[in-house]
């Protein structure tokens, strides 16, 4: 089973930028999808992006387009998301998942693990 490890957000003003990083390990690490979900307070968690290994395929939240890049290091078996231009309502919790496939990459009931969650705070 595949396991993730995240690191990385904190705080910013509105404007500014953010990278989190999320870890791979165990069994076909290099062979699934890596999401990243968030949460506001009071909010159900959901999707920001998500990346298929090899980066062929990347899916995300129409909120984020443009501003949001994720990206994948197979080497280190990382994924990245790179939060460029944020808004205070980007402010939350942010998860990393992974799953087999990217189908209906937001379902959440589909994701056999998540990272420990990482707070992104934007000021205004």
């Known amino acids: 089973q595949v396991k993730v490890r995240q690191s990385g957000g904190g705080s910013v003003q509105a404007g500014g930028s953010l990278k989190l990083t999320c870890k791979a390990s165990g069994d076909s690490a290099n062979s699934r999808c890596i999401s990243w979900f968030r949460q506001g307070p009071g909010m159900e968690r959901q999707g920001v992006a998500a990346?298929?290994?090899?980066?062929?395929?990347?899916y995300y939240a129409d909120v984020v387009k443009g501003r949001f890049t994720i990206s994948e290091d197979r080497f280190r078996n990382e994924v990245n998301l790179r939060m460029d231009s944020l808004k205070p309502e980007d402010s939350g919790i942010y998860y990393c998942?992974?799953?087999?496939?990217?189908?209906?990459?937001?379902?959440?009931?589909?994701?056999?693990?998540w990272g420990q969650g990482s707070q992104v705070t934007v000021s205004s």
């Open positions: 990346i298929y290994s090899g980066g062929a395929s990347t």
């Open positions: 998942a992974a799953r087999w496939t990217c189908m209906n990459w937001t379902r959440l009931e589909d994701y056999s693990s």
